[in-house]
């Protein structure tokens, strides 16, 4: 039996599907085999990423927050850009309290509160278990300690770490 | 098998999608920020692999490129990179994680998001990347 059906998108038009084959053949029990393993290939992709809108001092700010198998990458942004790109990482120590690096990849050099930032975030990483580098890319319209403090605050919010 | 997952209901557009090709998977992340692109590229792992950055620049036809984190301009994905700014005309970061031994997996993996870029619109008409091309040799 040939079903001419669209290319199914979800889990839930897989189920559907699969009851649209119960209903014209009661053999679909091969199929409801496999069920389990197309629901696996839908859901395959191995990136996990979280999207949020916020309003930082009345600036409309979006965040995206993927993560990877050997980073995690924050995205904040005001302006509609990366902006400034820095990396984080935490620095183990055998015995000791961890230290963290945080190092400017692109952008601006002269402003400290944005790696106080990426510092607070990796720190957050690393206090919940984490031990993945960040990539944090903040592309902010005004640079004030308030601001700042809100973007951590957001981004501790969505965490997906 | 192929899977899709764009929507632009929440915050910035964003596409992701897998595709399987030479006994490999590939994923890709796609997301549009205002004349600028962050694109993942990645062969069978989900790890974040070599980044880079690239821009076109005003006074030459060759967009510039940087390496930002692991790997030189000799690696996997650099002239990627250098492709997809030349392309679109937009600042690029690419974070590309795919074998450095296999030009095929890399030459499909590029075909396919630029086939993907064109559904999102975000290639330039192939008049003018055909000019950009031609004066690049």
């Given at each position: 039996m040939i079903v001419d059906l669209p290319r199914p998108n979800s889990?839930?038009?897989v189920l559907v599907l699969l009851n649209a084959l119960e209903a014209q053949d009661e053999n679909v029990s091969d199929f409801r085999g496999t069920k389990n393993s197309l629901i696996r290939i839908m859901d395959s992709f191995p990136v996990k990423s979280k999207r949020a809108t916020a309003d930082i001092q009345g600036v409309q700010t979006e965040l995206v927050l993927s993560g990877y198998d050997d980073s995690i990458l924050v995205l904040v942004t005001q302006i509609g850009k990366m902006g400034t790109l820095l990396h984080a990482k935490k620095e183990e120590i055998y015995g000791g309290t961890p230290t963290f690096s945080v190092?400017?990849?692109?952008?601006?050099?002269d402003e400290p509160l944005l790696q106080a930032c990426a510092r607070q975030v990796i720190e957050d990483i690393s206090n919940s278990g984490g031990s993945r580098p960040l990539i944090l890319s903040l592309g902010l319209k005004d640079h004030s300690p308030e601001t700042l403090k809100s973007v951590v605050q957001l981004i501790v919010a969505n965490k997906i770490w | 098998m192929e899977s899709d997952s764009s929507s632009e209901s929440v915050g910035l557009p964003l596409s992701e999608f897998s595709d399987e090709a030479h006994d490999s998977t590939f994923h890709f992340q796609i997301l549009k920020l205002t004349d600028q692109l962050y694109i993942w590229v990645s062969c069978n792992s989900a790890r974040l692999g070599h980044l880079f950055a690239s821009y076109p620049l005003p006074f030459?036809?060759?967009p510039s490129l940087t390496s930002l984190l692991g790997g030189g301009p000799d690696n996997t994905g650099a002239s990627m990179a250098r492709r997809l700014a030349m392309k679109t005309g937009w600042s690029i970061i690419l974070a590309a994680n795919l074998p450095s031994n296999s030009p095929?997996?890399?030459a499909y993996a590029e075909r396919r998001l630029f086939q993907e870029l064109r559904t999102l619109g975000y290639v330039k008409s192939?008049?003018?990347?055909?000019?950009?091309?031609?004066?690049?040799?």
């Amino acid at each position: 039996m040939i079903v001419d059906l669209p290319r199914p998108n979800s889990q839930e038009d897989v189920l559907v599907l699969l009851n649209a084959l119960e209903a014209q053949d009661e053999n679909v029990s091969d199929f409801r085999g496999t069920k389990n393993s197309l629901i696996r290939i839908m859901d395959s992709f191995p990136v996990k990423s979280k999207r949020a809108t916020a309003d930082i001092q009345g600036v409309q700010t979006e965040l995206v927050l993927s993560g990877y198998d050997d980073s995690i990458l924050v995205l904040v942004t005001q302006i509609g850009k990366m902006g400034t790109l820095l990396h984080a990482k935490k620095e183990e120590i055998y015995g000791g309290t961890p230290t963290f690096s945080v190092n400017i990849l692109m952008g601006k050099r002269d402003e400290p509160l944005l790696q106080a930032c990426a510092r607070q975030v990796i720190e957050d990483i690393s206090n919940s278990g984490g031990s993945r580098p960040l990539i944090l890319s903040l592309g902010l319209k005004d640079h004030s300690p308030e601001t700042l403090k809100s973007v951590v605050q957001l981004i501790v919010a969505n965490k997906i770490w | 098998m192929e899977s899709d997952s764009s929507s632009e209901s929440v915050g910035l557009p964003l596409s992701e999608f897998s595709d399987e090709a030479h006994d490999s998977t590939f994923h890709f992340q796609i997301l549009k920020l205002t004349d600028q692109l962050y694109i993942w590229v990645s062969c069978n792992s989900a790890r974040l692999g070599h980044l880079f950055a690239s821009y076109p620049l005003p006074f030459d036809k060759i967009p510039s490129l940087t390496s930002l984190l692991g790997g030189g301009p000799d690696n996997t994905g650099a002239s990627m990179a250098r492709r997809l700014a030349m392309k679109t005309g937009w600042s690029i970061i690419l974070a590309a994680n795919l074998p450095s031994n296999s030009p095929t997996l890399e030459a499909y993996a590029e075909r396919r998001l630029f086939q993907e870029l064109r559904t999102l619109g975000y290639v330039k008409s192939s008049a003018d990347h055909q000019q950009l091309t031609a004066s690049a040799q």
